[in-house]
C-alpha cells in the first residue's frame, strides 16, 4: 500500500511457506471447504468423490454421495457436512465415518451453495440455552431405532443399523441452539431448514419484487439469476444473497432513468428479512423439536411395516409353496375336493384319502413339518419382537408428541403467528390416536395367527406320527377347534399380510355390528370422531397420519415463507454477458464491530457487520482494472438514510491476478495472487498477502441507486488503493495456484490449492509476538 507521507518506504523481505506436505489425488478438487474449528477439510473431486481429511493430511473416510456434488458446507458445530446435489438433493454426513445421516428434496434443480448458521446468543434474559423442555423423556425412554432386515449386511441396505446413531441428534441435544441450513438453487429458490432437517420456508428471487429507494418508490425485479453464494446473519435477521441476473425496475414517479454504463446486466447484493427467526426463535425451536422427532419415529414406523412385511411375507411363501402341491395330489388321484376339506375328513377320523397320505408322509413328512414350524413361527416371533421394540414405542411416542402439538396450536397468541393451525393439528393428534389403536389390534392379531399355526403344525406332526405307526413317547397337545378355525379362515387367508401389505391398503377390515355400535356411543364421551377407521389396515392408518401430520405442519412452512420478503438490494457490478459473473470469487461474512474498525455512528446499531468481498471484472467500470472490492456494513439498514455502509477498492499489483481472498476475524484481509505467466513454460508462483483491516482507508457509500449513478460503487474508482508487495506483509507460494483454493486462519494461515491433481497444503504458524507473521 502506498504511504501516506510519500516518504520511499524500506522493502519487505518476502517469507517462503514451508511445504508440509504433496498429496497425490486420484481426480482435480473441485470444492473445498474448512470446518469451524479449522482442523478438518472437506473436499470433492471431479468424480464427485467426499473426501474428508485432517490438517496433517490423515483421510478420515471417502464417500460417493450418488450424484453429482455442487456444493457443500458444515454444521456449526463442525460434526455434521451437508452436500448439495446437482438433482436437487440435500444429504447430511456424519463427520465420524461419513455415514447418511438423512436425504432431502429441497430443490428441484442443482443446489449451487449451502450456508448453515446457528444463533448462539443470549436471550433477553441471559440465558444461552432455549427455556424448552422436552419431557417426553419423563414418560418413555430413548426413542426407538430403525430395524434391520435380518439378514442384511451393514451397508447394503438403506435401513439404518440398531448401533447406528439418528439424525435427531441434531436437534434433541439440550445444549443445542437454534441453527437455520440455507440452500439456494439455479432457479433461484432458496429453502431454510430448522436443525437441517425441518423446512421452515421458502422463496424465490424471480418471483419476488424489492421496494427500495429513499425518495422514490421503486419496485424491482431480477430475471435470469443466478445466485452464487448466500449468508444468513449471525443474528438470524437477515439474509444476504449475491447473484448475477438483469435488473427490470417499475419506477413510480420517475420518468427517465440513467444508469451508468446503459446495461441493468450485473450482479447484485440482495437483503432477504429472516427477522422472523429471531423474533419467534422459541416458537420454532419448540415445533421444530417435535416436528423433526415425529419425522424420525415416523421413519421407523415405516421402515417396521417394511421389514415385517418382507419376512412374513417371506413365511407365507414357504408355507404357500409346500401345501400347493397337496392340490396337485388331489388332481392327481382324481378326487372332487379342497384340501381343507380332506384335511377335515382326516381330523374327523371319516376317511384318509390317498392324496392326503402321500402328501404328508412323502411330500411333507415328520422334518418338513418341524422345519415349517420354525420358519412360521420363528417368523412371527420376530414380528413381535418388531411391534414391541420399534413399531409400539414408535407410535406412543408420535401420539404424545403430537397431543404436545395441539396443546401449543391452543396457545394461539403465541402460536398462530408461525401458522401451527389448531384444527390440522387436532386432526393430526386423532389419526396418531387411531394408529396407536392399530398397532394395538395388530398385536393381537399376530399372537392369534401365530396360535393358530403352532396349533395346525402340532395336528399335523401327530396325524404324520400316526400314519406311519410310529410310538408317541410324548402327547403331541393340540386343540381340534381351532385346527377347524385355522381351516375355516386361514388357510387360504392371512389377516397379517392384509394389514401389512401396500397393494391392499384398501383393504377392508371386517368389523361386527356390536364393535361398531359400541364405537359410535364412544364418541359422545370424548371419542374419536371417525369410527371408519376400525374398518382400515395398519398401513393404511398410517399412510391417513403421515398425511395429515404434513399437511399440519406444511402451515408453518407456509407461514414463514410469505415473511420471507426482500428488503434492500445493493448493485454491485455491471457485466458485459451473464456467464463472467461465475469467475469472480465472491465471500460474506459477519463479524463483530469493534471500536477500532468501525467509525462511529449512531445509525449503526447492529453488533454485526456484514462483509462482501469480490473481484471486480475488468471493464466493468471505466478505468478500473484489475481491482478487488470489500464493502462492509449494514447492509440491511432502514430506508431511514441514517446508516452505515462503506467500501474500498484494492488495486492488485501489475503482473498479479487474485485467485481467491479471505478475513481472518474482523482483523485482517488474507489474499492470494497468482503471478502472471509471459510464456506457455515460464514457471511461477504465488503470493499471499496479509493487510490489516484498520489501516484501509474505506470511503462511505450511499446505500440506494439514483438517477446520476445507478452503480454506486462506481464512485470509488478515483480512490483505488493500490497494493505494493514489497510493503506488505507478503508470503511467497512456489506453485501457481488454481481454484479450488480455500484461504482460512485459525491460529495460524493454511492455504490449500489443488494443482494438475495434487493437492498441496501449506501451513504458517502464526507467531503474535512478532511484527513479522
Known sequence: MDADDGSESQPRPSIHFQLQFDKPLSSQVKLAEWNPEKDLLAMVSDESKVMLHRLNWQRLWTVSPGGCVTSLCWHPDGKVLALGLEDGNISLHDVENGRLLRSMKSHQAAVTCLNWEEDTRPNQNGIWNHSYEDRTSRFYPSAPRTPRFPGVVPGESALLDDGQDSIAELSNAPDKHFNILCSADKDGNICFSIFGIFPIGKCNIHSCGISAGSKEEKTIFLSNCVVSKVALSKDLCHLIVTCSGELAEDLIGCSEREITGGDSQGVYCLVLDTSI????KEELYQVARQASN?????VVVRSSISVMHKQWKNAMNTFREKFDSLSNLIKGNHLDSSPEEEFLSLLGGARTSPAIHQFLVNSLSEVGVKRLSKTVCGAGKELQLIVLNHLQPAADIISFRMGELKAQSK????????????????????RAGMLLVQVERFIKVLSTVIQQYANFFSWLLKCIKLLMSEPIEQPIPYNSELVIIFLKFLYNQDPVNDLLDLSKVDHEVQIDVQTMQRATELIEFGGFTDTGYLKRTLVKMFQEF????????????STISTTIVFKNFLPLFPLSTPSSANFHPISLSFYEAARDDV???EAFKSSFVDYICFQVPNHSFANLENCMAIVRGDVSGDKSGKHFLEAIFL???SGFSCVDLALYKNQQIVMLLNEKSSGAEDSTCACLLILSVCDLPFVQVSRYATRSSFWELNELK???VHLQLENEKTRTVPHTAIPPLIVSSSRGVACVLAVRKRALVYILEEDEDSDEE
Open 277 to 280: 427467526f429471531k423474533r419467534r
Open 294 to 298: 415425529i419425522e424420525d419415529l415416523l
Open 411 to 430: 396457545w394461539r397468541a403465541r402460536y398462530r403467528g408461525i401458522g401451527l393451525d389448531e384444527t390440522l393439528t387436532d386432526s393430526a393428534a386423532e
Open 599 to 601: 467509525p462511529a455512528n
Open 718 to 720: 478515483e480512490s483505488v
Open 651 to 653: 488495486g492488485i499489483p
Open 546 to 557: 403421515e398425511c395429515s401430520f404434513k399437511e399440519a405442519v406444511q402451515m408453518p412452512f
